[in-house]
């Protein structure tokens, strides 16, 4: 199977560990990841090509993940992509806040495989079966 026919994957994040491990992941996963640094470049992303899930960082520096997040379903819409948010950081209304701001899941780092699998897996499945 090539790249190309990979459910594609947008993992938005700062810190370039965590970006080599979220590609690292999505391959074993079989899904093709592309990163992009900043929200700023997660919008680029979107405005030109389609993702079926966005895994955002909350706390990256300049436009945070919420903001990015309100941003891409302005330019998206509700329907797609899916959007889940994954932080180290747990706070009072953390999943709340997210899908207030168009995400639809929420993931804690540190992201371990299982983890990641079972989160991806609602998404794919309900796409397979919509």
């Not at 700023?40 to 389609?50: D, I, N, Y």
């Not at 993940?65 to 209304?93: D, K, Q, V």
Request: net charge negative.
């Amino acid at each position: 199977m090539t790249t190309e026919s990979l459910p594609r994957v947008l993992v938005v994040d700062d810190y370039p560990l965590h970006q080599e491990l979220m590609r690292h992941l999505m391959r074993i996963l079989g899904y093709s990841a592309e990163i992009a640094r900043s929200g700023e470049e997660a919008l680029r992303a979107v405005s030109k090509e389609g993702f079926c899930i966005i895994l955002i960082d909350i706390a990256m520096p300049g436009m945070d993940g919420l903001e990015t997040a309100r941003r891409i379903r302005a330019i998206t819409g509700y329907e797609e992509p899916w959007m889940i948010a994954a932080s180290a950081m747990t706070w009072t209304n953390a999943f709340n806040e997210c899908l207030a701001a168009g995400m639809n899941d929420f993931i804690l780092k540190p992201i371990t495989l299982d983890d990641l699998r079972r989160t991806l897996a609602r998404y794919t499945d309900e796409m397979a079966n919509a």
